[in-house]
């Protein structure tokens, strides 16, 4: 009893920690905004000048939820893996889905160049791209699964998903090599990741993508426990291995998939928010832990946006190299401070 | 077997204890014949079903060691918890009363890899306990402990097995500590197995084959073995 009432402070805490960096995420940018104007046009009040409103509703609120969605959709993928391949190193990048997603992509934009005759149907507009992002991510998974079932070895199964990412990375640039300059500016700039420039719409299917994955993640929670022990004694528990095995891939591959296909491969979200989150709140419990990742994931994404855009200045950095030098940092600091790497 | 007791799968190694007893537990497909729970075959019987009837404590690690000791035997409380897993009254009076038997109360808030191996495998048992089924398999569950923690461990699962009429199955090397405490044996031997009471097995010399008579025999005044020199 006395632990859920600390858990519920937790989170009251964390949700008003995310509501104060959606605000400053909102509040800052390259046209200085006062913190006072920007409450006012989300209120919907009219603003000083009439264009702050129009900035920040089509502008940096689709942008900061798509960092909401972004973080929470990689964190939650994150742990799903990291828990069903008992490997703390898994992660949406470490056993190849995001390379599934960068292979999709880059035939698309880059084959479409190359075989005009065979791709001629096909548009590469945003549906399209993370249509082929998502089926990418999802082929590869499928991949590893059919592995994992085969090889019992975690290490064999961490040593393949880098394998496919070896692949992906090799046809990426056989692709590039024969495609048209602007084509490979066009992949390129999908692989530096963004979360910028979603239309309502678009925040709209990613949101239902990412609303499914979560959906089946929480019916999973029970399974996901069980897994903790070991898949033998998950059975013995009662849990159907099969079923629950698929509803946690599909559910990652939706996650992880959609939030590829739209703001491109993000690194080290997914990897280090669900460590994070298990130090912070010292249990292996996925009732706690599912919602946990979420907040974490959609707080550390809004921040690594703010530090994208670079306040007052007209430049924006790649948000994929900030996640990875904010990201990276946390993970070997855990290590040297636990010494081991336990999940 | 009757309610209540305890009995030990003892052979060589390789001859298919482990196995046997993982089959029995529906851990792994059986490899031939017929095995029935309460006189329905096991593969008849849904995985839920199963759950309450039959627990099981493996010799294959835990997949996290960074579960606490109270998360880990709460975990046994799956097969009756809701669709989330909420735990109720009777669910939290039944992980107290295994940790109670086992004595590791004092553990409760521990990490599993703060834990000694017997500690551990005390845990492992309280899990199976708060399960709460007719039948609890063991794999081996005295390898890697000392002798007095062996017997320490061998010991509760018979106050177990007698004071909650549980029945109590599981495979073991140690012989002749088994002959000592368990109610029943089975012998597994390539060719042929013999179950029955210690003190029936030991009239009908069942030991004296088990290993090569050239190397150990078997001592049946003191029900130990001894080494040829």
Known sequence: ???????????????????????????????????????????????????????????????????????????????????????????????????????????????????????????????????????????????????????????????????????????????SYFSTAEKLQQYIYWSFGSIGNLSWNQLLLLLTIIAIGIIMSIFSIKSLNALLLGESYAKSLGVNMKRSRYTIIIATGLLAGGVTAFAGPIAFIGLAVPHLTRQIFNTTDHKVLVPAVLIYGAILMLICDTIAQMPNSANVLPINAITSIIGAPVVIWLLIRKRKMIF | MFKGEVAAIVGINGVGKSTLLRTLGNVQPKLSGNITLNNIPLEHHSIQELASEISVVLTEPIASKNLTVLELISLGRQPYTNWIGTLTQEDKEKISLAMEMLQIEELKSKKCYELSDGQLQRVMIARALAQDTQLILLDEPTTHLDLYHKVQILKLLKSIAHKTNKTILFTTHEIEIAIQLCDKILILESNRSTFGSPCELIEKKSFENLFPSNTITFDSQTGSFRVNK
Do not use: H
């Open chain 1, 1 to 175: 009893m006395q632990k859920s009432i600390t858990y519920r402070a937790y989170f009251l805490l964390l949700l008003l920690v995310l509501t104060v960096c959606f605000l400053v995420n909102i509040s800052l940018g390259s046209v200085s905004i006062p913190l006072e104007e920007t409450l006012n046009a989300v209120m919907g009040k009219s603003t000083e000048v009439d264009s702050w409103s129009y900035i920040i509703w089509n502008y940096r609120i689709p942008k900061a939820f798509t960092a909401i969605l972004v973080g929470s959709g990689l964190a939650l993928s994150g742990l799903l893996m990291q828990t069903l391949f008992r490997n703390p190193l898994a992660g949406p990048f470490v056993l190849g889905i995001s390379s599934g997603a960068s292979l999709g992509a880059a035939l698309l934009i880059l084959g479409s160049s190359i075989f005009s005759g065979f791709f001629a149907f096909t548009m590469v507009n945003d549906i399209s791209l993370a249509l082929a992002a998502s089926i990418g991510s999802f082929l590869v998974l499928l991949a590893v699964m059919v592995v994992a079932s085969k090889v019992k070895d975690t290490m064999a199964l961490l040593i393949i998903g880098l394998m496919f990412g070896s692949i992906t990375t090799a046809v990426v640039s056989v692709l």
